[in-house]
Protein backbone atom coordinates (compact mmCIF):
# COMPACT_ATOMS: atom_id res chain seq x y z
CA UNK A 1 0.00 0.00 0.00
CA UNK A 2 1.20 3.43 -0.59
CA UNK A 3 0.11 4.41 3.01
CA UNK A 4 0.96 3.35 5.95
CA UNK A 5 -1.59 3.60 7.81
CA UNK A 6 -5.53 4.36 6.87
CA UNK A 7 -5.82 7.07 9.00
CA UNK A 8 -2.86 8.89 6.68
CA UNK A 9 -4.76 8.80 3.70
CA UNK A 10 -8.03 10.15 5.60
CA UNK A 11 -5.96 12.98 7.02
CA UNK A 12 -4.56 14.07 3.44
CA UNK A 13 -8.29 13.66 2.13
CA UNK A 14 -9.49 15.98 4.56
CA UNK A 15 -6.68 18.54 4.62
CA UNK A 16 -7.47 18.42 0.30
CA UNK A 17 -11.62 19.24 1.25
CA UNK A 18 -10.48 21.99 3.97
CA UNK A 19 -8.11 23.03 1.18
CA UNK A 20 -11.18 23.40 -0.89
CA UNK A 21 -13.41 25.10 1.01
CA UNK A 22 -11.19 27.47 2.13
CA UNK A 23 -10.85 28.13 -2.03
CA UNK A 24 -14.73 28.18 -2.34
CA UNK A 25 -14.87 30.66 0.56
CA UNK A 26 -13.47 33.43 -1.66
CA UNK A 27 -15.61 32.76 -4.57
CA UNK A 28 -18.14 35.50 -5.94
CA UNK A 29 -21.12 33.49 -5.84
CA UNK A 30 -23.01 34.20 -2.27
CA UNK A 31 -24.64 31.02 -2.21
CA UNK A 32 -21.12 29.20 -2.70
CA UNK A 33 -19.47 30.82 0.35
CA UNK A 34 -22.83 30.55 2.73
CA UNK A 35 -22.64 26.54 1.29
CA UNK A 36 -19.02 26.65 3.15
CA UNK A 37 -20.46 26.53 6.29
CA UNK A 38 -22.66 24.05 5.98
CA UNK A 39 -20.00 21.70 4.41
CA UNK A 40 -18.21 22.34 7.42
CA UNK A 41 -20.93 22.26 10.10
CA UNK A 42 -21.75 18.63 8.73
CA UNK A 43 -18.31 17.19 8.02
CA UNK A 44 -17.60 17.78 12.03
CA UNK A 45 -21.53 16.24 13.02
CA UNK A 46 -19.93 13.49 11.06
CA UNK A 47 -16.65 13.16 12.78
CA UNK A 48 -19.00 13.29 15.75
CA UNK A 49 -21.07 10.44 14.74
CA UNK A 50 -18.33 8.20 13.78
CA UNK A 51 -16.70 8.92 17.30
CA UNK A 52 -19.50 8.23 19.26
CA UNK A 53 -20.51 5.07 16.81
CA UNK A 54 -16.70 3.63 17.15
CA UNK A 55 -16.94 3.88 21.23
CA UNK A 56 -20.28 2.03 21.65
CA UNK A 57 -18.44 -0.34 19.21
CA UNK A 58 -16.15 -0.45 21.62
CA UNK A 59 -18.43 -1.60 23.92
CA UNK A 60 -20.48 -3.93 22.40
CA UNK A 61 -16.94 -5.68 22.12
CA UNK A 62 -15.84 -5.40 25.20
CA UNK A 63 -19.81 -6.86 26.38
CA UNK A 64 -19.21 -9.62 23.79
CA UNK A 65 -15.97 -10.35 24.93
CA UNK A 66 -17.38 -10.88 28.52
CA UNK A 67 -20.06 -12.78 27.74
CA UNK A 68 -17.95 -15.75 25.82
CA UNK A 69 -15.88 -15.19 28.76
CA UNK A 70 -18.33 -16.96 30.91
CA UNK A 71 -19.03 -19.60 28.72
Not at 25 to 47: I, P, S, T
Not at 48 to 70: G, T
Request: aromatic share 12%; glycine share 2%.
Amino acid sequence: MYFAKKSEYNDIREKSFLQWLDEMEKHDDVAVRCGVKLAREYMQYLKDENEKLQEENELKNSYLKKMKMRE
